[in-house]
């Protein structure tokens, strides 16, 4: 096996708080390593176009703070056939880079397993908000995104008790409900609808009923974007309890800002341990927070089944909003 002197790093599919700081794990860890590090821009297009820059010390100077990612990133169509595969691992091969490490989601995952069958080393670091991938207990970005859903929350509530009204707050989350249920868990949500939990709006809308009629003045519901259709759910609701309710997507506020500190020190921990698997050798990798420890997996448990739903935090909402 010949020795890995040159790595790239790139980041996927949607943007996640955190993402710099991981970006500058690797670059840093990577050089004081002796490694020539590559940053590719615009995700996987732009590594089939070859926008591949070589990264100093100074490239990744006062990122660690900020949201989004400098790499910039996209979601590759062209990363879905056989012709961009190749162009991707041919633009590192002909440079002598042996290594990627791609900071993204599982979809981004799937382009790196394509990589790593023609021969390049690959190592993914789990970066979304939405916490959905398998194999990890958390991803980078998930933490800040439920911080930002709490503090948008505490600005509605301000308003929901002033005119005593019910809102309706949908997150993101794409089919995963966790952002939901966190958030709603740490605000005291009324309900919180997600899609991994069959609901009943009448029943939601009598716990509503129950609650005014014993004082409570204002109401919150989270609804995760895969639980249905908000607007929808807002008429329902509506027709149920005689009263009317007010509708707040969040949408892409969720995923900028500076990373949590949980995230920050995540997404170190996590860029650092990359190198160290490269330096091993490994390759097919992710990189793991696994019962507070980070571990590398092989990559492929990522796209093992659906992430397990964390049934007891529902539950616990529940007991606690009746
Ligand atoms: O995967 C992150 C995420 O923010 C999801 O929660 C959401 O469904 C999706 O991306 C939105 O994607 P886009 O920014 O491409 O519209």
Same mark, same amino acid.
């Given at each position: 096996?010949? #020795?890995?002197?040159?790595?790239?790093?790139?980041?996927?599919?949607?943007?996640?708080?955190?993402?710099?700081?991981?970006?500058? &794990?690797?670059?840093?860890?990577?050089?004081?390593?002796?490694?020539?590090?590559?940053?590719?821009?615009?995700?996987?297009?732009?590594?089939?176009?070859?926008?591949?820059?070589?990264?100093? %010390?100074?490239?990744?100077?006062?990122?660690?703070?900020?949201?989004? #990612?400098?790499?910039?990133?996209?979601?590759?169509?062209?990363?879905?056939?056989?012709?961009?595969?190749?162009?991707?691992?041919?633009? /590192?091969?002909?440079?002598?880079?042996?290594?990627?490490?791609?900071?993204?989601?599982?979809?981004?995952?799937?382009?790196?397993?394509?990589?790593?069958?023609?021969?390049?080393?690959?190592?993914?670091?789990?970066?979304?908000?939405?916490?959905?991938?398998?194999?990890?207990?958390?991803?980078?970005?998930?933490?800040?995104?439920?911080?930002?859903?709490?503090? &948008?929350?505490?600005?509605?509530?301000?308003?929901? #008790?002033?005119?005593e009204?019910?809102?309706?707050?949908?997150?993101?989350?794409?089919?995963?409900?966790?952002?939901? /249920?966190?958030?709603?868990?740490?605000?005291? &949500?009324?309900?919180? /609808?997600?899609?991994?939990?069959?609901?009943?709006?009448?029943?939601?809308?009598?716990?509503l009923i129950r609650g005014f009629k014993r004082g409570k003045n204002?109401s919150?519901?989270?609804?995760?974007?895969?639980?249905?259709?908000?607007?929808?759910?807002?008429?329902?609701?509506?027709?149920?309890?005689?009263f009317?309710?007010?509708?707040?997507?969040?949408?892409?506020?969720?995923?900028?800002?500076?990373?949590?500190?949980?995230?920050?020190? %995540?997404? &170190?921990?996590?860029?650092?341990?990359?190198?160290?698997?490269?330096?091993?050798?490994?390759?097919?990798?992710?990189?793991?927070?696994?019962?507070?420890?980070?571990?590398?997996?092989?990559?492929?448990?990522?796209?093992?089944?659906?992430?397990?739903?964390?049934?007891?935090?529902?539950?616990?909402?529940?007991? %606690?909003?009746?």
């Amino acid at each position: 096996m010949a #020795t890995i002197d040159k790595i790239a790093v790139l980041t996927s599919g949607g943007d996640a708080p955190g993402m710099n700081a991981a970006i500058r &794990a690797v670059v840093r860890k990577g050089i004081y390593h002796n490694l020539k590090v590559f940053g590719v821009y615009h995700g996987y297009e732009g590594l089939i176009k070859g926008d591949i820059r070589p990264m100093d %010390l100074g490239s990744v100077g006062d990122i660690i703070h900020r949201g989004g #990612t400098i790499l910039r990133t996209a979601r590759s169509l062209e990363m879905f056939s056989e012709e961009g595969q190749h162009k991707a691992a041919s633009q /590192l091969k002909d440079r002598g880079i042996g290594a990627l490490v791609v900071i993204g989601g599982d979809g981004s995952y799937r382009g790196a397993q394509k990589l790593a069958r023609l021969g390049i080393n690959v190592v993914g670091i789990p970066g979304t908000i939405d916490n959905d991938i398998v194999g990890t207990d958390m991803t980078i970005g998930f933490d800040t995104a439920v911080n930002t859903v709490i503090n &948008a929350i505490s600005k509605i509530r301000d308003t929901a #008790t002033s005119h005593e009204r019910t809102f309706l707050v949908e997150v993101m989350g794409r089919n995963c409900g966790d952002i939901a /249920l966190r958030a709603g868990l740490a605000i005291g &949500a009324e309900s919180i /609808l997600i899609p991994e939990i069959e609901y009943d709006l009448k029943e939601v809308g009598e716990k509503l009923i129950r609650g005014f009629k014993r004082g409570k003045n204002h109401s919150i519901i989270i609804v995760a974007e895969g639980a249905g259709n908000i607007m929808d759910i807002s008429t329902r609701l509506k027709e149920y309890t005689g009263f009317d309710n007010k509708v707040t997507i969040l949408g892409h506020v969720q995923r900028g800002g500076a990373p949590t500190a949980f995230d920050s020190v %995540l997404a &170190a921990t996590m860029g650092g341990k990359a190198i160290d698997v490269i330096r091993e050798g490994k390759s097919e990798v992710m990189i793991s927070l696994c019962d507070n420890k980070i571990v590398d997996k092989p990559l492929h448990i990522a796209f093992e089944g659906k992430k397990p739903f964390q049934r007891h935090l529902y539950d616990l909402a529940n007991e %606690l909003s009746i």
